[in-house]
């Protein structure tokens, strides 16, 4: 509501709000993450790669056997990453590695100190989407304004800089690769969108969607640049072992984990009463996913994208948005993306989403971690009712599900 009344009063105001938003992250600047323990694992690959290991071939639970390990503080970001992690290969793309790299070098050899490094770097991110952000909009027609409800989003806030996600820096690339393209620069736009599939490999199903919107030799030169600074990045990492053990980790997010889910839930409960087993259905609706998600790329690629970016931003919302109706695991900071994503297009309902998800931190409260299903309920129900209200109420405006339109149309709120 804070965020809602500062937006609403203040939005012309932007140095304030610019200020406001960067002094609301720094109350975090040396606070130990509260809702995740990701950190532990971050700084431990980041302490590997710092010291030229390669943090895809081994696991902590085998390294920490290591009499000569050269970790910093090993003992204490083995205990913390958690048993799971400990046992799993890293699954953090190579650029993400980078970074993590950075954190550790200039973190002076301690847990806090590399911590605050990393909040540096996502806070400077948050300011680059910032930037980058208002100009896009300015671009698409939008208001500058409709930025603030990503750079003043307590979720945003609480979950980048204050639990140490790296959404926020994969969104920089992202946003300055989408405002470049907007200025018709395309070529070099593919670089900070390979950057951005290099820290979160999430943008990485939306390159079949600029094929129309840039025309046949112009997206297979930009495929062809994402490609080949991909592979500038990952040539460091790379070992016969390395796609096997990295496909293989990113692999469980499909078949082995559960949380938050939206429709997957009710869907299992019809598996369970028909003499389902869960951790069987389970593996069974994961080797499906993959295969929705790209139809549904593929749909969207064929017959809703065209010259216009929006339509091909609005193209990305939907399929993200689909993506995670369907996975079986919606951590808070996955919604994120949404949020610019929405804010370049006509709808809102990703930040009713962005309040709705503290809901789901009822099971971090828990022994168990086990899930309230009736506030999982109320989540989706909300997002789902507020977006079938905006579906309805736009496309008697413009109706993009059934023809694309030139849109006009600037929020006001």
């Not at 559960?258 to 869960?278: C, R, T």
């Amino acid at each position: 509501m804070l965020c809602f009344k500062i937006i609403q009063f203040e939005k012309w105001n932007y140095k304030f709000l610019l200020i406001v938003g960067v002094l609301f992250r720094l109350v975090f600047i040396a606070a130990e993450p509260s809702l995740s323990q990701d950190y532990f694992r971050f700084i431990w690959d980041g302490e590997l790669v710092s010291n030229f290991i390669n943090p895809y071939l081994a696991v902590p639970n085998t390294l920490i056997e290591q009499q000569d390990l050269v970790i910093a503080n090993a003992k204490e970001l083995y205990n913390g990453m958690g048993t799971l992690s400990a046992r799993h290969f890293s699954n953090y793309p190579p650029m993400n590695q980078i970074l993590f790299a950075i954190a550790a070098l200039f973190g002076g050899k301690s847990v806090l100190g590399t911590t605050i490094v990393m909040r540096i770097l996502i806070i400077l991110a948050d300011i680059g989407i910032f930037y980058f952000g208002r100009k896009l909009l300015r671009n698409l027609n939008q208001s500058p304004h409709l930025i603030f409800w990503y750079f003043l989003n307590p979720l945003v806030i609480i979950e980048l800089t204050g639990n140490l996600h790296f959404e926020g820096v994969m969104l920089f690339f992202f946003v300055w690769s989408i405002y470049l393209l907007s200025v018709k620069k395309w070529l070099v736009a593919a670089i900070p969108y390979a950057l951005a599939i290099l820290i979160k490999l999430v943008p990485l199903m939306f390159l079949p969607l600029f094929f129309k919107y840039l025309g046949i030799k112009k997206s297979i030169l930009f495929y062809f640049i994402v490609g080949i600074v991909s592979v500038i990045f990952l040539m460091p990492f790379y070992s016969p072992d390395f796609i096997n053990n990295y496909s293989q980790t990113v692999g469980l997010w499909f078949s082995n984990f559960e949380f938050n889910a939206g429709p997957y839930n009710l869907i299992e409960k019809i598996a369970i009463y028909y003499d389902q087993k869960p951790w069987e259905f389970i593996k069974s609706y994961g080797k499906v996913t993959p295969y929705a998600t790209i139809a549904l790329v593929l749909l969207f690629a064929l017959f809703k994208v065209d010259k216009q970016l929006k339509n091909l931003l609005m193209a990305m919302l939907w399929v993200l948005t689909v993506y995670y109706f369907i996975s079986t695991t919606v951590h808070p900071w996955y919604i994120i993306f949404l949020l610019p994503l929405c804010a370049f297009s006509d709808f809102r309902f990703p930040i009713i989403w962005s309040a709705a998800v503290v809901l789901s931190y009822y099971a971090y409260a828990q022994a168990d971690y086990k899930e309230n299903l009736w506030l999982l309920a109320i989540e989706y129900i909300s997002v789902f009712g507020y977006m079938c209200y905006e579906i309805i109420k736009l496309n008697k405006q413009k109706p993009f599900f059934r023809k694309n339109t030139t849109s006009n149309v600037v929020d006001s709120i």
